[in-house]
Structure formats: C-alpha cells, structure tokens
C-alpha cells in the first residue's frame, strides 16, 4: 500500500487560513486522496477527497500537485472548533475497502 | 439519519470474562468495518464487512470475534482479552462499490466503545 507523510502537529491563529500538507511520493494512479479529521473525544468524520483536480466543499478545500505526490488540505478561516487530528488517507479505487489511517497532523487553534 | 450508533460506550472486562460490543446503522450501508484506536495514535483498521461477509481480517488475534448478522448490525465478541487490548474501539460504514448510486465512498463512524480490560 502506498503511505503518507504527514507533519506531527501545526499551530493556526483563530481566523486564520490553514495548510494541512501531505506527501505520498508512492501514490499510485487508481489511488484516492482522502482527508479525515478526529476532534476530540470523537470518531474520524469525512472531510474531502480527490483523485486529480483540486477540489472545494463547504468544510475546505483540498489542492493535488499536478505529480499527485502531494497534496494540501486547505481550512480557509479556522476556528477553535477546528482543532482536531486531520488524516491524509490514500485509498484504492473509490469504495477500496482497506481504508488505512496514517499518524496524521494535530491541528492546535490559538485564540 | 446520518449515524453509526456504538454500544456501549464504556466497557470494563476482566480477562476471563466474555463481552461483545455492538454497531448499528440504518442507512443502508453494506460496508461495515472495525478499528481499534490506543491514545494519541491513529485508528488501526482489524475487520471489514462486505454485505454480511467477512472480506478482511487484519491478522487480529482470535481472542476478537467479529459478527455481521445483517446488513444493519456488526458486533465484535470478545473472550480472554489481555490488558493491552484496551482501547477505544470504533465501528464504521459505507456504502459498498456494488451499490448504483453515486457517492463519495465516505466512512461514517461511530463515537466508539472505550474498552478497559483489568
């Protein structure tokens, strides 16, 4: 299975964009980029996903290298509520059932 | 309804005792799934149902029994843990690649099974 490299932890300012990155150099072409998130106390809930293009829903944004060996999970204005562990997951074909987590990034939100 | 119902939420065990935990959704989901969380580390992802048959088994001890009476229902039986099998246990779901519609391939998950084995 291809594997992620995610930062151990970031800092944002309340209000602040945020830039979630991760590399997966081995990624193959059926490969989905999926991003989860798990505040605390809580299950992991879907954020986005992509395969090629960059992409927008009402919780962020992700953006794809044009190589697809890495991406970028973009929070436009965080809030407190947003301090969580976000998960950069690849998986294969869109319904690949072996949905396995990398160490993904704690967020921390400053006031 | 949107939700991955888990029951129970806390649960202590002695090593000798048998218990199950238990997951329910109703959206008709055929994909169901279990992970085991230990702190501060990422879900470990042990079995995967695909309507109502088993098609992964992460190489998990025995000692857990996963169970999928119906599409709407997965249990996990549980028998002569040890105390590093305490952990929070999460339940998930998805629509499976046989189904027609379109969807985005989302795993929904439930808030999870604390588990505390003595």
């Known amino acids: 299975d291809a594997k992620t490299t995610q930062p151990n932890s970031m800092e944002s300012n309340e209000e602040e964009p945020v830039h979630l990155p991760c590399n997966h150099s081995?990624?193959?072409?059926?490969?989905?980029i999926h991003w989860y998130r798990q505040l605390p106390s809580q299950g992991p809930e879907y954020v986005i996903h992509?395969?090629?293009s960059n992409v927008n829903n009402r919780m962020a944004s992700l953006a794809i290298a044009e190589d697809r060996k890495s991406s970028t999970l973009i929070l436009h204005r965080a809030t407190l509520r947003d301090a969580a562990v976000y998960y950069c997951?690849?998986?294969?074909?869109?319904?690949?059932?072996?949905?396995?987590f990398g160490p993904g990034t704690r967020l921390s939100v400053l006031p | 309804d949107t939700e991955v119902t888990q029951t129970p939420k806390h649960l202590v065990m002695g090593m000798t005792n048998k218990k199950s935990l238990k997951c329910e959704q109703h959206m008709g989901h055929r994909a169901m799934y279990w992970y085991k969380q230990k702190a501060k580390k990422p879900p470990e992802l042990m079995f995967v149902y695909s309507y109502e048959k088993l098609s992964i088994n992460e190489s998990v001890p025995s000692r857990f029994s996963p169970e999928c009476p119906n599409s709407s229902l997965l249990n996990l039986h549980l028998h002569a843990l040890q105390p590093e099998d305490s952990a929070l246990y999460l339940c998930a779901s998805s629509q499976d690649q046989k189904t027609a519609t379109a969807n985005t391939g989302e795993l929904f998950f439930g808030e999870g099974s604390r588990l505390t084995v003595l």
């Open positions: 997951i690849l998986r294969y074909t869109l319904y690949g059932q072996n949905f396995v």
């Open positions: 081995t990624i193959s072409g059926t490969d989905y």
């Open positions: 992509g395969l090629t």
